[in-house]
């Protein structure tokens, strides 16, 4: 059974620009969640999608977004780049009940310039 | 708010031996429930272990062990026979719930960064 996958597995891009981030979920998964880790801040929880919806959001600006489309699989938006946003961006997907693990993707590394 | 601390940041140990990461959480919720995370230098967080609130005994899966100890919020992970892979850093993590009910989000510690030496 094929895992988290994350695309692209690299990115660079400069100040002012703007980014999209993919994510599909382990099949049946339903709730998927994104985390940023930038160096020396550990993991921040920035979204969860379950069932479509976006049920909660962490403390981060609106230019940070993402939808999660039918088939589950989601995307994040990142707009207007700052030199902070730097960081890998994991995404891990559930079942959503409330004893299930998540299970994290290999992550998305932005830099930006 | 939940709090997740983890006061090793580096760890070493002798490859064959034990080894103990330390974590201690702060909630007020009665159910929660607590998970080790792997994270190699790839950058892939692997999952390790459980440890729900209301379990009677400490998670064990394999080489991987939760010493679970309520009364002082502390969920060490205890690693036997250290093998030179398991050189990572470690995350404790625990899991904050929706009004729902559902599995919302993690908050993580900082980790704590294992070598192992042969």
């Known amino acids: 059974e094929a895992g988290v996958t994350q695309s692209p597995t690299h990115l660079i891009k400069t100040r002012g620009q703007q980014v999209t981030l993919r994510c599909s979920p382990i099949?049946?998964?339903?709730?998927v969640y994104w985390y940023q880790q930038a160096l020396g801040l550990g993991l921040q929880f920035l979204l969860w999608?379950?069932?479509?919806?976006?049920?909660n959001r962490g403390n981060f600006p609106p230019r940070f977004s993402g939808r999660q489309f039918p088939n589950y699989s989601s995307e994040l938006n990142v707009n207007a780049l700052e030199l902070e946003d730097s960081a890998l961006y994991l995404c891990?997907?559930?079942?959503?009940?409330?004893?299930?693990?998540?299970?994290f993707g290999p992550g998305t590394r932005l830099t930006v310039l | 708010a939940q709090k997740i601390t983890q006061t090793q940041p580096g760890m070493f140990v002798q490859e064959k031996e034990a080894v103990t990461l330390d974590c201690t959480y702060d909630t007020s919720d009665p159910s929660y429930g607590l998970f080790w995370y792997k994270q190699p230098s790839s950058g892939e967080m692997i999952f390790l272990i459980y440890q729900g609130s209301y379990d009677q005994q400490n998670a064990t899966e394999g080489r991987y062990s939760l010493n679970f100890q309520k009364a002082r919020k502390s969920a060490n992970l205890v690693i036997s026979a250290s093998q030179l892979g398991d050189s990572a850093m470690y995350f404790c993590?625990?899991?904050?719930?929706?009004?729902?009910?559902?599995?919302?989000?993690?908050?993580f510690g900082k980790g704590t960064k294992l070598t192992v030496n042969p």
């Open positions: 891990a997907s559930s079942l959503g009940r409330r004893d299930d693990e998540q299970f």
């Open positions: 099949s049946g998964h339903t709730s």
């Open positions: 999608y379950d069932e479509g919806e976006e049920r």
């Open positions: 993590a625990m899991r904050e719930l929706s009004s729902q009910g559902g599995s919302e989000k993690l908050v």
